[in-house]
């Protein structure tokens, strides 16, 4: 069975940086695994903020980047604000039309 | 303007029949998959399954493989996911999600159906 594991939770200071990061169980995360990073507030539709590993969907802040970082997809929040306090969630592609959400990971802004 | 606009929450009883719909506006429908996510009560977000409209090829996740339908009606652009027997461990929130094409991402979600079964 595939699992794709986020850290539970992250805290970060105003200013601060954190980065997420976005594992796979049976190996390492490679481009082609088409990692794609989410955002979703309470009560809210989730909400694209990288895909293809790195590039920023529209309209998405540049504090927000992704990349490949040891083996893991992973998020970068650079500069964080008070409105970055969210639930994250990476996906990747495994082929043949199917996908896989990572476990989420709650990021606190204090 | 893409939009994805979702039927409204329901209230069902164990073992009854539900679709919900996922109409969708201001692309190809034919064109782009168009993927289910499930958010269980404070829990996080999975992948469910996934149809092309323009053939109604469709893929599951293993995890929910015979347990749910999806379907889709190219005729009036909308998506439908569909139970036969409900059980109270479907109560959920539903997300309908297009997928980008090429970048294998979902760029633009629904609002969500909140789905919930109770006796």
């Known amino acids: 069975q595939t699992v794709v594991t986020q850290e539970p939770s992250f805290s970060v200071s105003p200013g601060g940086t954190v980065t997420l990061t976005c594992g796979l169980n049976?190996?390492?995360?490679?481009?082609?695994?088409?990692p794609s990073w989410y955002q979703q507030t309470p009560g809210q539709a989730p909400r694209t903020l990288i895909y293809?590993?790195?590039i920023r969907s529209s309209g998405v802040p540049d504090r927000f980047s992704g990349s490949i970082l040891r083996n893991k997809a992973a998020l970068t929040i650079t500069g964080a604000q008070a409105d970055d306090e969210s639930d994250y969630y990476c996906?990747?592609?495994?082929?043949?039309?199917?996908?896989?959400f990572g476990t989420g990971t709650r990021v606190t802004v204090l | 303007e893409v939009q994805l606009v979702q039927s409204g929450a329901v209230v069902e009883k164990p073992g009854e029949s539900l679709r919900i719909s996922c109409k969708a506006s201001?692309?190809?429908?034919?064109?782009?998959?168009i993927a289910w996510v499930r958010q269980m009560p404070g829990k996080g977000l999975e992948w469910m399954g996934i149809?092309?409209?323009?053939?109604?090829?469709?893929r599951y996740s293993p995890s929910f493989q015979g347990q749910v339908t999806i379907s889709a009606d190219k005729s009036i652009s909308t998506a439908y996911l569909q139970w036969s027997g409900l059980k109270a461990s479907d109560t959920a929130m539903y997300y309908c999600?297009?997928?980008?094409?090429?970048?294998?991402?979902?760029?633009?979600w629904g609002q969500g159906t909140l789905v919930t079964v109770s006796s």
């Open positions: 201001g692309y190809s429908f034919t064109t782009y998959w």
């Open positions: 049976s190996g390492s995360v490679s481009i082609s695994y088409y």
């Open positions: 996906v990747l592609y495994m082929g043949s039309g199917l996908y896989v």
């Open positions: 293809r590993a790195n």
């Open positions: 999600a297009k997928s980008s094409g090429p970048t294998r991402h979902f760029d633009y």
């Open positions: 149809i092309y409209p323009g053939d109604s090829d469709t």
